[in-house]
C-alpha cells in the first residue's frame, strides 16, 4: 500500500531563519507531488506541485521554493522565513495521469515562525 | 490564484437540521471532489463527481456536480455532531495535473 510521510509534525523557528520540510511517497512510482499551505480554518492554498524529478510549478510567487530531487522526495524550502510563512503545511500525492483521482495527504507539519 | 470559492464559510446547526454547502467556480472542471478535514490532520476524500449534472450519495450526504461542471453542491441531512469538520471542495482544469481547494466551510453541529 502506498504512504506519505512528512516531517516534522511541528516546528518553531525565528524570523530570518532557513526552513526545509521533507515528504516522501512511499509505494507507487512517479507520482504528482503537491506542496499546500492552510491557514487556521480555511482551505488550502496550492504553493507547487511537480509531475516528475526536477520538474516544479511554482502557483503563488513568495518566499518558498520547492525541490524534487528523487521520484518520491518532495522539499519546501526557505532562505529566510517571514512572520507570513507560519501555518500548516501539507504535502500530497496523486497518481500521475489520472487526474480525477484522490489527493493522498501526509499528517502536515505546524510552523510558527517567531 | 483562489478558484473556487465555497459558501458559507462558517456553519453552525443543531443536531437534526439539514445544511448545504455550495462550491463555484468561474473556470470549468474536469472533475470536483470533495473532502473532510478534521483539525491538524491531511483531507480525506468523501466523493469525486465527473460527469456534468451527475449526483452521488454516500448515507446522509448528496453531492451534485453542476451541469456546466462549474460549481457543486453538498447536502447533508439529518446533520449528526460526528458531521463536524471542514469540508473542501477541489478541482483541477481539465487535462492539467494542479488541484486547488476551496476556500472550505466550517460545519459545527450542536447535539
Known amino acids: 500500500s502506498q504512504t506519505i510521510h512528512q516531517w516534522p509534525a511541528t516546528l518553531v523557528q525565528p524570523v530570518g531563519s532557513p526552513l526545509s520540510l521533507e515528504c516522501t511517497v512511499e509505494?507507487?512510482?512517479?507520482?504528482?507531488l503537491y506542496w499546500y499551505r492552510q491557514a487556521a480554518g480555511r482551505g488550502l492554498q496550492l504553493l507547487f506541485y511537480?509531475?516528475?524529478?526536477?520538474?516544479i510549478s511554482s502557483e503563488v510567487p513568495q518566499n518558498l521554493s520547492a525541490s524534487r530531487p528523487q521520484d518520491r522526495q518532495f522539499i519546501l524550502s526557505s532562505k529566510k522565513l517571514l512572520l507570513s510563512d507560519s501555518g500548516f503545511y501539507l504535502c500530497?500525492?496523486?497518481?500521475?495521469?489520472?487526474?480525477?483521482?484522490?489527493?493522498?495527504f501526509g499528517q502536515g507539519t505546524r510552523l510558527t515562525v517567531v | 490564484t483562489q478558484l473556487l470559492e465555497q459558501s458559507p464559510q462558517f456553519l453552525s446547526i443543531q443536531e437534526g437540521e439539514n445544511l448545504t454547502v455550495y462550491c463555484n467556480s468561474s473556470?470549468?472542471?474536469?472533475?470536483l471532489q470533495w473532502y473532510r478535514q478534521e483539525p491538524g490532520e491531511g483531507p480525506v476524500l468523501l466523493v469525486t463527481?465527473?460527469?456534468?449534472?451527475e449526483v452521488k450519495k454516500l448515507k446522509r450526504l448528496t453531492f451534485q456536480f453542476g451541469d456546466a461542471r462549474k460549481d457543486s453542491s453538498l447536502h447533508i441531512t439529518a446533520a449528526q455532531p460526528g458531521d463536524t469538520g471542514l469540508y473542501l471542495c477541489?478541482?483541477?482544469?481539465?487535462?492539467?495535473?494542479?488541484?486547488?481547494f476551496g476556500t472550505g466551510t466550517r460545519l459545527t453541529v450542536i447535539p
Open positions: 500530497a500525492w496523486r497518481p500521475r495521469n489520472r487526474l480525477d483521482t484522490e489527493a493522498f
Open positions: 509505494g507507487t512510482s512517479n507520482p504528482n
Open positions: 511537480s509531475v516528475g524529478i526536477g520538474q
Open positions: 473556470s470549468v472542471f474536469s472533475s
Open positions: 463527481v465527473v460527469t456534468g449534472g
Open positions: 477541489a478541482g483541477g482544469p481539465t487535462g492539467a495535473n494542479n488541484l486547488f
